[in-house]
């Protein structure tokens, strides 16, 4: 491979391309098969001939020494996009990865194409990844584990692993919340395995933009500096970067109520309300998150990070979102079991939607957009109705938690749900 030298007279340039074409040629003949081609680029270029062999001597010293990842081993439960990616993603990073699957076949079907043909069909996964159907060797042989199940799935696959689990640590992936339970699943974890070190990952995580080395960025949250700093190494990467929380309560309900506004921002999307609408929709729903958050031991704060607003936007604003997918189905005029069986995921907004509904009412916390989604997918209210309801309730102050409101919020709640009850119902609409 030889750069081809820059016509740019500018002498600054010239050196650069200088620099990068004898490291390009030195990396070529320093055996150096493992190192990325761009890192060591940038590790050289700059470097005057003379120092290179040395730089390179270096780095291939370096490689031979095992790296803080390469020591510790973690398994990824859980076959879908998102599991799939981030057990890729520490991969490539050279650690010891198995994504569990628990299908045998799809098991075959991986370690045969290095492909996960049902969620990532056009993506080739890193070589170096393993797979497996037996629960128990890839839980036994691993320090840090990844569960990335459905919520509805997150308890049973605990209780399936709790026979196995000495010293490892456990990372919930999951973003959604036990049905009729409102378990959180770092709840979940502390209930089944209450002796573990735990934490949650949460953020703005499109599997498929993460596969195509897209820049993005997460947040891993734990009480625990070392399972942070460990996720952190594992994970973090030239178009991934991972941030730190000790914030695990606020982390982890950005990333299961942002599903709810998905849901909504699609059904918007179908409806083709203007952008003056979206950035409505978006700024309130970032209240009514804020707002539940700190009613249940949040930190207010960690909702403008990037497992709040960041988490968000990408949910409300993307077409590879599943519950902005199941939004627009319903906008469509889809039934929700229809939009659901369609769909073929797990869209966890719809299970999010009943369950913060009940307990937003128990806790007097005013989410008018939660309740009014709850009363077009669970009581059958006009869409259209609903939303004209939400434009005539209560004054609010703009910014939660910087002027005082004039109302309260257990008030204005009993008041729209008041509203809400007197709303057309669906079919009452369409025959009129």
């Known amino acids: 491979m030889k750069l081809r030298k820059s016509a740019n007279k500018n002498s600054k340039v010239q050196k650069i391309v200088n620099a990068a074409d004898d490291a390009v040629s030195a990396i070529k003949h320093s055996g150096l098969t493992g190192t990325p081609i761009f890192d060591s680029i940038a590790q050289l270029t700059g470097l005057k001939k003379k120092q290179t062999v040395k730089t390179l001597q270096t780095l291939q010293q370096a490689k031979s020494e095992p790296s803080p990842q390469t020591l510790l081993k973690f398994a990824f439960l859980g076959g879908g996009s998102f599991g799939t990616a981030m057990a890729n993603l520490a991969a490539k990073n050279g650690a010891n990865t198995t994504l569990w699957v628990r299908d045998k076949r799809t098991v075959k079907s991986l370690n045969k194409t290095h492909i996960n043909k049902k969620y990532l069909p056009s993506h080739k996964l890193d070589t170096r990844l393993k797979f497996s159907h037996d629960l128990q060797a890839t839980v036994m042989g691993a320090d840090v584990i990844f569960v990335a199940v459905p919520s509805s799935a997150f308890r049973e696959t605990l209780e399936n692993i709790k026979p196995f689990i000495t010293h ?65 190494t594992a994970l973090h990467g030239a178009f991934f970067r991972v941030f730190a929380s000790d914030d695990i309560r606020g982390v982890e309900l950005g990333g299961a109520l942002k599903n709810i506004y998905a849901i909504a921002m699609g059904m918007a999307a179908a409806y083709e309300v203007g952008e003056n609408t979206k950035a409505m929709l978006l700024t309130r729903a970032l209240a009514e998150m804020s ?29 590879l979102s599943r519950n902005y997918r199941v939004g627009f189905m319903l906008g469509q005029g889809m039934s929700l079991e229809a939009a659901v069986k369609k769909l073929g995921q797990t869209a966890e907004g719809v299970n999010t939607i009943e369950q913060v509904h009940i307990r937003a ?72």
């Open 168 to 232: 490892q640590a456990v990372i919930s992936l999951t973003k959604g919340m036990e049905k009729d339970s409102f378990a959180l699943m770092s709840d979940i974890i502390q209930e089944v395995l209450p002796e573990v070190n735990f934490g949650v990952m949460s953020g703005p995580n499109l599997a498929v933009e993460i596969m195509d080395n897209l820049p993005s960025a997460t947040v891993i949250a734990s009480q625990s500096q070392m399972l942070r700093k460990a996720v952190q």
């Open 361 to 432: 009412k128990e806790l007097g916390v005013y989410m008018p957009i939660t309740h009014a989604l709850y009363a077009v997918l669970y009581e059958d209210k006009a869409a259209l109705g609903v939303a004209l309801n939400l434009m005539e309730t209560g004054f609010r102050s703009d910014v939660e938690f910087v002027l005082p409101h004039d109302e309260s919020n257990a008030r204005l709640s009993r008041e729209f749900s008041e509203v809400l009850k007197s709303s057309a119902n669906k079919s009452r609409s369409i025959d009129e």
């Open 291 to 319: 707002r539940f958050g700190v009613a249940v031991g949040a930190d207010p704060l960690t909702f403008l990070g990037l497992s709040g607003v960041g988490d968000l936007y990408a949910t409300c604003n993307s077409v």
